[in-house]
């Protein structure tokens, strides 16, 4: 729905285009997946099944980090889950378990959900739960475990948003 009914600009293509994505969020809303299936290409927007909203936001607002992963975990900590822009590096891209500590940093490329925060007593590290929007078959059922305290890996602390 975002791919085919958004106006200007492909507003996915560098996955992590948070204002525009939102701002139709806000204005439009979001039919379901079912309805309206994502296929990876752009194409024309059904505006009968883009009419079918079943969720809308009441608005969004960057959270000033500015790579200070403390920040990041006391606006997961108050507010819930976290937007977050990252670099989706090669070795991120293969990820499948454990606490992934790089190796990234190039520019950002991709946008992905901070849900929560642990700690792993086998490698010693702080993590942050990262749900990816490739499906079950990306990482662990979906998601990354992103090493936290680890220097702002993958600039995960450098672009966030949360939704209201």
């Known amino acids: ?19 525009p994505i939102y701002a139709y969020i806000e204005k439009q809303g979001m039919t379901s997946l079912t309805n309206y299936p994502y296929l990876a290409q752009k194409g024309r927007c059904n505006r009968q099944k883009e009419r ?4 809308k936001i009441g608005g969004w607002k960057w959270i000033t980090t500015n790579g200070d992963e403390e920040r990041l975990l ?33 520019g950002i490329n991709h946008a992905v ?10 490698s010693d590290r702080d993590f942050w739960i990262v749900k990816n929007s490739w499906g079950e078959g ?8 992103m090493h936290r305290n680890g220097g702002n890996v993958c600039s995960i602390a450098s672009h ?3 939704v209201y």
Do not use: M
Not at 52 to 55: E, G, L, P
Not at 138 to 145: A, K, L, M, W
């Open 1 to 19: 729905q975002l791919l085919d009914c958004s106006s200007g600009e492909d507003i996915c293509a560098n996955g992590a285009a948070f204002a």
């Open 52 to 55: 079918q909203v079943i969720a």
């Open 74 to 106: 006391k606006a997961v900590q108050s507010d819930g889950p976290v937007a977050v822009a990252i670099h989706a590096s090669d070795a991120w891209s293969r990820y499948s378990r454990g606490v992934f500590s790089g190796p990234c940093g190039g």
């Open 113 to 122: 959900l901070v849900v929560g925060y642990g700690y792993d007593g086998q």
């Open 138 to 145: 990306y990482g662990d059922r979906g998601y990354v475990y």
């Open 160 to 162: 966030t948003v949360q």
